[in-house]
């Protein structure tokens, strides 16, 4: 009787807590009622397996992807309209501790608990083995797929908050109030942890290899390929210097008295990384994974310098067996997103055309290479001082810039990644169309007319590129635009990459960098990328077109060179956001003007003005995103993150 009492009280107790705040860590168990009917059948279990995978972030969904909206590779208009603005007023500086944006932590503001997806996690592991029907092979499976779950999610939120509470089990109903309050673990006890898990699911016999077909019904499901990628990402991750011997978070120490940042940098994270890194390329390559090349027909003639578009453009966008992305997300497939992004091409009026909202800056613009394959600034054949003046297109530029027309000086003698990856005015657009409107010449390519008054241009009060320019990278040659301009019922969608090889092999060559300097093996992976992107090695093109042209030779040149190859290759998916924290460098790059063009003017001379749209400024609290101040008020446990 007494112990009966005693966990009621304590049942009561943790009623109260929850109570008091409906987005508290959920660490309470669900019912026993309905864990028990989950458990009973083996199609009920695997409801409960799909509910695990219900939490992973819909990056496609451009309004559900932090990473996407919160630096400064894209903007909207102000006031913003026909979008979710929560991410975007991380970008603006609007984050805070009271109702967090992006609030992974505890849930809300477009942020779901990660910790109620762990606590789920757990469940599944603790009661799958109950299941009668279900046979070992998908026990041992679903099993593995799960346990890569836990270690993701409690991923999701160390490379978010930094040192996070790690649950390794539920706390059962007869927790007292004290265990209920969980403290952050140490940042390396958290990585460790996050690597063991991903080591266990690798290590699982069950687990494929690599999914692969065509309509496989099992594309998205976890591989033993995701697994060693992802955790080559989370080592590079504790290595990089935001969690590596960082200073900054010396005052950072729980009630215990422990610090929860290691205070010394230490080089072997790297070699560890690094080594993570080769067995995932190893395994992966093993296992058919290549940089892809367009193996498409357009019903085009296709030249050299259309090709190699289309080379960088369906490394994202293929639908199916794509044989760079490792982990296609086919739970967040991009959709809208396309739709956002592109252009107006024809005229339209249908209600269903292309909104044309996602707007690169013109900081991204200069970001990409010069044809010599080195930045802007560096190249001495590129003007980087007369980069605004204008320049008619002529016979050389014709599949990049409409012939005859004018555009500014920064738009030509570009990179291929340059013209695959943005739209721009009297630029030249593959793909994409059924009737051919604005067609150049007799090639079949579309131009991009963005000037006030024209197709692309303002329309209304919505539906336009603030910056003028657009990030046609997103948007597959597949889906098209009718004669009235409906883009939405011709839309072909594509799950979203969340890691691809060009990432991994990027990742290694800064591994491998940091861990032993520059060398013909680190040169290596950087030149497989670039060499798919129609550019010379590093070794040639820094030596024969560079100011600098033994910049790659030491560790911080190198190291800048790999930083902007990863900010090039993998602009607008999720990734440069990341990095910049990981760095340790956000302070810098996300401190400075956003700038686009004057698209309300329709001569070429005024619209190519360089307008300031924002002065954005990020704090060095913004390292790390802050627990909801509700959240310490009921665990007296928790310390709040630095600055906040």
């Not at 309004?63 to 026909?82: H, L």
Request: aromatic share 12%; glycine share 6%; proline share 5%.
């Amino acid at each position: 009787m007494r112990r009966i009492i005693k966990n009621t009280t304590v049942l009561l107790v943790l009623i109260s807590m929850f109570s008091a705040c409906k987005k508290y860590l959920n660490v309470v168990p669900d019912s026993i009622a309905t864990i028990e009917s989950a458990f009973t059948l083996r199609t009920s279990a695997e409801r409960y397996l799909f509910s695990c995978f219900s939490y992973l972030p819909g990056d496609a969904s451009f309004n559900d992807n932090p990473a996407f909206n919160s630096g400064d590779e894209v903007w909207y208009m102000d006031p913003i309209r026909d979008v979710d603005a929560t991410y975007h007023n991380i970008a603006r500086g609007l984050q805070n501790a009271d109702n967090p944006l992006g609030n992974f932590w505890a849930g809300s503001s477009r942020g779901t608990s990660l910790f109620q997806a762990i606590r789920k996690c757990n469940t599944f592991l603790e009661n799958v083995d109950k299941v009668p029907d279900l046979n070992e092979y998908e026990r041992e499976r679903w099993k593995a797929e799960v346990i890569f779950l836990k270690a993701y999610y409690h991923f999701y939120l160390f490379r978010l908050y930094g040192p996070i509470p790690l649950t390794k089990e539920n706390l059962p109903i007869s927790a007292s109030p004290e265990e209920v309050k969980v403290y952050r673990e140490p940042v390396d006890s958290c990585v460790n942890y996050i690597v063991s898990l991903l080591d266990q699911a690798a290590a699982s016999d069950l687990m494929p290899d690599r999914i692969s077909g065509t309509e496989n019904a099992e594309l998205g499901r976890i591989t033993k390929c995701i697994v060693k990628a992802v955790k080559a990402k989370v080592l590079v991750t504790a290595a990089s210097p935001l969690f590596n011997g960082n200073t900054s978070y010396a005052s950072l120490i729980d009630n215990k008295g422990r610090p929860l940042f290691p205070q010394t940098e230490d080089p072997a994270k790297w070699v560890r990384a690094a080594e993570a890194c080769r067995d995932a390329i190893e395994f992966c390559t093993a296992n058919g994974y290549s940089l892809s090349t367009f193996p498409g027909n357009t019903g085009y003639i296709i030249n050299d310098t259309i090709q190699k578009q289309l080379d960088i453009r369906t490394a994202i966008t293929n639908k199916f067996n794509n044989p760079e992305v490792i982990w296609p997300n086919t739970d967040s497939r991009a959709g809208d997103i396309q739709r956002f992004s592109m252009a107006n091409l024809a005229p339209f009026t249908s209600t269903s055309n292309a909104k044309s909202i996602i707007a690169p800056t013109i900081k991204m613009a200069e970001l990409f290479y010069s044809k010599n394959g080195v930045p802007i600034t560096e190249d001495p054949e590129w003007d980087f001082n007369d980069r605004f003046a204008l320049r008619t297109a002529g016979d050389a530029d014709q599949y990049y810039i409409a012939k005859g027309q004018e555009t500014v000086k920064l738009n030509f003698d570009r990179e291929p990644r340059f013209y695959a990856s943005l739209g721009f005015d009297r630029g030249i657009w593959f793909g994409n169309w059924i009737n051919n409107y604005n067609v150049y010449a007799a090639t079949g390519l579309l131009y991009v007319k963005g000037r006030a008054g024209e197709t692309a241009a303002r329309q209304g009060i919505s539906n336009y590129s603030i910056t003028g320019y657009y990030p046609k990278k997103l948007v597959n040659i597949e889906t098209t635009v009718a004669a009235d301009g409906n883009i939405t019922s011709n839309t072909v969608q594509y799950p979203w990459p969340e890691l691809r090889l060009s990432d991994l092999y990027l990742l290694y060559a800064e591994a491998l960098n940091e861990a032993q300097g520059p060398g013909a093996d680190v040169y290596h992976w950087v030149d497989l990328v670039r060499a798919r992107a129609g550019l010379q090695s590093v070794e040639d093109s820094w030596s024969q077109h560079s100011k600098d042209p033994v910049k790659f030779k030491s560790k911080q040149g190198m190291r800048a060179i790999i930083q902007q190859e990863r900010g090039i290759e993998l602009m607008f998916e999720g990734q440069r956001f990341w990095d910049l924290l990981r760095w340790k460098i956000a302070h810098v790059e996300l401190n400075g003007p956003i700038r686009g063009w004057d698209i309300t003017q329709k001569d070429a001379v005024p619209y190519y003005n360089p307008m300031l749209m924002f002065n954005q400024r990020f704090d060095l609290r913004n390292y790390l995103w802050p627990i909801q101040i509700s959240e310490l008020r009921i665990n007296k446990n928790l310390v709040q993150n630095t600055g906040w």
